[in-house]
């Protein structure tokens, strides 16, 4: 039993488990921001456009069953709205690793690659 709990304690002492719960504690609070923008700007001025003014009471009825769409539709914008801003972190972050990855200049060859490079030369000249 204590190997197990050994074992849980390396697991998430590795920084990726740490990234990745503060990565859905910062997801849950951007969800809230995403949310009121869907409920509280988008869907109002949406609904001005379709002449209603919540998207909300948008229901169809067959038989016995409401289906309400209207909260399909936010649910739909509030998931692009989230992929949009996930997109344009992800393009930024990668162009950030790009960028460094372009400043860090190629480490110089080791002794033994020098050497090897030596023989290399030394037996192309043989065979011309």
């Known amino acids: 039993m204590n190997a197990f709990f050994s074992e849980f304690k390396t697991f998430i002492a590795r920084g990726n488990v740490l990234d990745m719960a503060v990565g859905v504690i910062v997801g849950g609070a951007f969800k809230t921001i995403a949310d009121s923008l869907t409920n509280d700007i988008l869907m109002p001025l949406l609904g001005i456009l379709v002449g209603?003014?919540?998207?909300?009471?948008?229901?169809?009825?067959?038989?016995?069953?409401?289906?309400?769409y209207g909260n399909f539709i936010q649910a739909v914008l509030n998931f692009l709205i989230m992929a949009f801003a996930v997109f344009c972190i992800v393009k930024v972050v990668n162009r950030f690793h790009r960028k460094k990855k372009e400043e860090t200049p190629?480490?110089?060859?080791?002794?033994?690659?020098?050497?090897?490079?030596?023989?290399?030369d030394l037996l192309k000249e043989r065979q011309a």
């Open 52 to 68: 209603r003014v919540s998207f909300s009471d948008l229901v169809l009825t067959i038989g016995s069953a409401e289906i309400a």
């Open 106 to 120: 190629p480490p110089s060859p080791t002794a033994q690659e020098q050497l090897l490079a030596e023989i290399r």
